[in-house]
Every structure is written in structure tokens, then in C-alpha cells.
């Protein structure tokens, strides 16, 4: 009985998210699908949620892979008691030797702090965690995360405030993320193993569904092409040229480096805000990582 009233209720809610998915999510359609979940993964009017409850998480993918862009989401993070629980949002390519830029949203107990925890992969070798704190709170409103990769540097962004940067010192010999296309993710699930308070404070199911909301996912990047024509695409990606039509603004040479005005922006955030930072880790890496040492 309580089976057959279960799965009558799944084809319910199935029918209702598809109806709606037509008229709302089209300014997300465009960009991005459901990659997990796609039953928590919910259309709200002009807004994009990510359930997770005790049945299940969710995550959506961009449609297609770039190579150098700046991708964007507005998102409310989960309100209230959001312990155990992580939202991603990410780039990440495929492979063993695969890139990947994280921000990680590791929540808290009511009324605690959430923490940005950022990572990148360069090559399929990660273990580059940092954390801040916000200077705002990142739940009770919409806030642009944004992640700037070019040929030069990967720049983790805040509401335009950059936070963190890993500049192209491959003249050093330190290996820097190229040639690989990327996707655009985000995701929420069950972490409570690790994310909140060194894995102390647990998941309360009791306060389930945990939602994550986005208001926007904005992409500008050099669209993968379908042929996977690995060398020329990577000409056309990532040559000096800036695109056909001259319209890669991600790769033109303001986009090289921070201006100085950034510069000062990063050196505030990373003051007043960072609370780790693998680099100052000694011991867990006796020998600090090569990019750590510039
Ligand atoms: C949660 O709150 C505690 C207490 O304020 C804080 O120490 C911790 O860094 C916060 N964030 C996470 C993810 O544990
Ligand atoms: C999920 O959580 C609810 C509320 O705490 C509980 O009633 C239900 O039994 C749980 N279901 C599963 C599959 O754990």
C-alpha cells in the first residue's frame, strides 16, 4: 500500500516539474539540464532549485564544454540549518588528468557561518584546498559566483571581487590548466562525513528538503566544437587571435591579470576572510606545493 502510494506520487511530481520546465526554465534551458536527480532539480517561477532530502541530492551540467570563458551562477544557499550539506559549483573536464575549478558551499548550524571552500586540479591533481568566510550572508540573498579562466590565470570571483588566483607560471615550470574542454556543474548533497565543523556536526533530516536556489547561469566561453577536433579547436580556443569576430573578452589583455584596483580587492578579502589555506599548511605538506612558493 505505502509502495504503490509512493510511486503514484513520483509519477505526479514527474508530470508537474515537466509541465513547468516548458514556460519558466527556459532561460536555463538554453544553458544547462538536469545531470542527477532531475526530479530535484525544480522550476520556481523565474528561479532554479536543487533539492536534496533524505531519497536523493541533485545537479545540473551545462549542455556544452568550453575552452577558456567565465561561467556565473546567482545563488541563495540553503536557509536556516544547512549542516552536512555541500552546493557546488564547478568547471571540471574529463579524464584521469582532468582540470577542475571548485567552489565548494560547506553549510553550517542556524545562525553559523557557510564557508567558500575553492580547489582547482591542474592535470588530475588536486589536494589545493583554501576556505573564507563571507562578508555577507550568503543565505539570504543572491550572490554571483563566478569562475575567469583564460590562457593566462583562473580567477575564483565573489560578486566581481576576486578571491583567489592561480596565475600561468608555466615559464617557473609550475603546471597550469590548458587544452582541455571544461563543463559547468552544480550540485547539492550529503557531506556531513567532512563539511561542517571537520565532520562534527551531522546532517538533521529533520529540517529536509535543503534547497539551493539560482537566479542566473550565465556562460561566456569558447564553445567546444561538436567534430572534437582536438588541435584545432584548441587553435581556435586559445590562439592570440581573439576569436572570428574579436569578441573573446575573456582573453583580452585586461583579462591577463588583475587590474590594480582587483589586486587590492584580493589582498582585502584574503585579510579579513581566509581561514585556510593549503599553502600555509605545514603539516600536511612539509614541502610547500611549487605554485605556493611564488
Ligand atoms: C560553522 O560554524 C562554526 C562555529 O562558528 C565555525 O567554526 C565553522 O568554521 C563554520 N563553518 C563550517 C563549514 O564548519
Ligand atoms: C526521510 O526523512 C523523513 C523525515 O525525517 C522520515 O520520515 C523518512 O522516514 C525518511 N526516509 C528515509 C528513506 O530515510
New binding site residues.
Partial sequence: MADSCGIFLLGFMFLVSFSVTGVSGAKFDEVIQASWASDHMIYDGELLKLKLDNFSGAGFASKSKYLYGKATAEIKLVEGDSAGTVTAFYMSSDGANHHEFDFEF????TG????VQTNMYVNGIGNREQRMDLWFDPTADFHAYSILWNPRQVVFLVDDTPIRVYANREARGIMFPRDQPMGVYSSIWNADDW???GGRVKTDWSHAPFVATYRKVRIDGCEWGAGDEWTAEIKRCSGGEWGKEGRYWWKEKEMEALSVHQSHQLMWARAKHL?YDYCADTARFPVPPAECKV
Avoid at 106 to 109: A, M, S
Wanted: charged content about 10%; hydrophobic content about 35%.
Fill in positions: 560547506l553549510g553550517n548550524t553559523e557561518p557557510y564557508l563539511a561542517t565543523q581561514v
